[in-house]
């Protein structure tokens, strides 16, 4: 019913920059919160960066080098990615809360990931 789909991930040298893109489409009545989570290898998955209707979140980690945008009227959301170290290395999934024309009840979808890999 949605599909979230990533692009733009890859290898960089440290303190390079990246950008994250994530397209929604389907039954979309509504997206109430967009953003983007990750996880590294035998690690949990955690939450990079979110927008809302109430504001934007961001991980202490990345704080001051990564910043989301979104544009709702497209259903987009990206995430702009500098001064990048080694542990950002991580597979990067897109998430979002939409409300379907078929339902009034918001559910979460994950896009398939996007590998990163901060490396020299």
């Known amino acids: 019913q949605v599909q979230l789909v990533e692009s733009g991930g890859g290898l960089v040298q440290p303190g390079g920059s990246l950008r994250l893109s994530c397209a929604a489409s389907g039954n979309i009545l509504g997206i109430q919160r967009m953003g983007w989570y990750r996880q590294a290898p035998g690690q949990q998955r955690e939450l990079v960066a979110i927008d809302s209707d109430s504001g934007t979140t961001y991980a202490d980690s990345v704080k001051g080098r990564f910043t989301i945008t979104r544009e709702s009227a497209k259903s987009m959301v990206y995430l702009q990615m500098n001064s990048l170290k080694p542990e950002d290395t991580a597979v990067y999934y897109c998430?979002?809360?939409?409300?379907?024309?078929?339902?009034?009840?918001?559910?979460?979808?994950w896009g398939q990931g996007t590998q990163v890999t901060v490396s020299s």
């Open positions: 998430n979002a809360l939409v409300v379907l024309t078929t339902s009034p009840l918001p559910s979460p979808y």
